[in-house]
Structures are given as structure tokens and as C-alpha cells.
């Protein structure tokens, strides 16, 4: 209805908000997945979250963080990285509503 489309409007922002406060730890989960697979020491990763970037439509996900993993001589070595991700549709806390668009790690 005309009525909802308003609020919809009128709310947008708090709408969006609680989606991302909602959404936010879920894309963290598939971009942790998404380095992971990238170390060669994964079990040893430890996260630094730092910055995300999200579209116009919330759905699209940019994270960037460091991550701090053992290398082949068992050195812990800082890798930043960058996961961009989008939650296709649906319940985002199923895995098979996101894909991963890119997983770059340095």
C-alpha cells in the first residue's frame, strides 16, 4: 500500500541500520571462510576487523581487515586483506544466500 511505502521511506535509514547491525557478524563469518582458504596455517588466523563498505542496497559487502596467520616456517606473518560479498536473498544466516564476489589477501 501507498502508507507502507511511505514509511518504508520515511524509515529507511533505521531499516537499513538494523539490517546491517543484523547482517554484519553473518558477512564477517563468510569473509573469515573466504581468507581461511587462502592460509596456509588457518587454524592460527586471528581477525582484525577494520572497515566495511556496503552498496546503496545493503546487499553487497566490502570488508576489509588484517589478518595474522602462521606461514609454511610456523612465523606469524600480517596479512591485510580485502572479501566483497553479497547477500543474495532470503534468510542471510544461510550460507547458500551469499556469494562471494572476491577474496584478495596480501
Not at 535509514?13 to 557478524?25: D, G, H, L, R, S
Not at 564477517?28 to 592460509?39: D, G, V, W
Not at 546487499?59 to 616456517?73: D, H, L, Q, R, Y
Request: hydrophobic fraction near 35%; charge should be negative.
Amino acid at each position: 500500500s501507498i502508507k507502507d511505502s511511505l514509511y518504508q521511506i520515511e524509515h529507511a535509514e533505521e531499516i537499513n541500520a538494523k539490517y546491517a547491525k543484523e547482517v554484519k557478524p553473518i558477512a564477517e563469518q563468510f569473509a573469515e571462510r573466504a581468507i581461511k582458504q587462502k592460509l596456509k596455517s588457518p587454524s592460527s588466523a586471528e581477525f582484525d576487523w577494520k572497515n566495511y563498505i556496503t552498496t546503496n542496497d545493503d546487499k553487497t559487502w566490502s570488508i576489509i581487515g588484517s589478518v595474522e596467520a602462521k606461514n609454511p616456517f610456523g612465523v606469524m606473518i600480517n596479512h591485510n586483506f580485502r572479501v566483497t560479498l553479497k547477500h543474495l536473498s532470503g534468510d542471510p544466516k544461510d550460507g547458500n544466500n551469499w556469494e562471494i564476489i572476491d577474496a584478495v589477501i596480501e
